[in-house]
């Protein structure tokens, strides 16, 4: 068996980079989310002025869904226009996208 290096196994500082600028700016939007309409608001009453910083409880499904739908839009978009240029370029050329 060959030998590993321990650094094989270590991210990059480019996926490093992605990871805390994703957390950087999906964390809060989970917070607010997960604590703001499912953990403090039910347990409050309606005329508590902490309500008036959340959205309604509804948004605690909508958001999460429509952000889903077009994130997984996007990806299929991304993939449907690569496999497109790779067909073209197949083929023979034409014009590139």
Known sequence: MGSLSSTSFLPSCSTIH???L???IFG???LEISLGLTDVQPF???SNSLHSYFPPREWAVRLPA???LSGV???G???GKVMMNEA???RGGGKKV
Do not use: D
């Open 18 to 20: 992605a990871l805390s």
């Open 22 to 24: 994703r957390s950087a």
């Open 28 to 30: 809060p939007i989970f």
């Open 44 to 46: 409050l009453e309606a």
């Open 66 to 68: 429509f952000l889903l």
């Open 73 to 75: 839009g996007a990806i």
């Open 77 to 79: 978009l991304f993939f």
């Open 88 to 90: 073209r370029k197949k």
